[in-house]
């Protein structure tokens, strides 16, 4: 897609212009450690996106969890113990890299999100993941996270997606299934209806 580059934001200071001042209540509302409502809405929450980044590329990764999987370990320390995925370590290598981190929590039915910004560091301590033992089965690292700012986000996306309505909900065959995604991006290395057939049985099976 071609567009005029003389049009392209390269200045900060060009922001406020083009969308006036915050509300003071937005920027008030910024904390920097996690009081009793932070803490309410991370143990409601069943799915955080943790993003990352290094070398200027950037990540968001899905997390998720019986709701309060995300510990509060005090007012600064986050705890999220890092579940079985594909191998891919693409999150844990930009931690290792970059500390910085950036945490949206989403609870279903709510239309808030609650985003915690800090750095982080990968822990293969037992004392943490033995805590976090599901199935006899312990995370093999859990991510510490400091907490530098915490504040709840309002609901306007959540509200345009309309994003827990069920009637919104994609209709069967309307969305690529992950066996076709994956076909057609590996070149034909795997085959559609096996791989959907597959993780139909093997990941229920396999979470922990």
């Not at 003389?6 to 920097?32: C, F």
């Not at 590329?57 to 005090?74: H, I, L, T, W």
């Not at 929590?105 to 982080?120: D, H, M, S």
Request: aromatic residues 8%; hydrophobic residues 45%.
């Amino acid at each position: 897609m071609d567009f005029d580059p003389a049009w392209v934001i390269r200045d900060e200071d060009e922001l406020p212009a083009l969308y006036g001042p915050a509300l003071e209540r937005s920027v008030r509302k910024r904390l920097d450690r996690l009081d009793d409502y932070c803490r309410a809405f991370i143990a409601a929450s069943p799915l955080v996106i943790l993003g990352t980044q290094f070398a200027g590329f950037a990540d968001a990764s899905p997390r998720g969890d019986a709701p309060g999987f995300v510990r509060v370990a005090d007012d600064h320390t986050l705890l999220l113990p890092d579940r079985r995925g594909n191998n891919r370590l693409d999150s844990l290598r930009n931690i290792v890299r970059n500390p910085a981190v950036g945490l949206l929590f989403l609870i279903p039915g709510a239309n808030e999100t609650f985003r915690v910004n800090g750095e982080a560091v990968l822990s293969r301590d037992p004392a943490l993941t033995s805590l976090f033992t599901v199935q006899e089965k312990e995370p093999r690292t859990v991510i510490v996270i400091r907490v530098k700012e915490a504040y709840i986000h309002c609901s306007r996306a959540l509200v345009r997606a309309d994003l827990w309505n069920p009637a919104k909900y994609a209709a069967p065959g309307a969305v690529p299934t992950f066996g076709e995604m994956l076909a057609a991006h590996t070149n034909g290395f795997v085959e559609a209806k096996a791989v959907d057939d597959e993780a139909r049985v093997r990941v229920p099976l396999t979470l922990y």
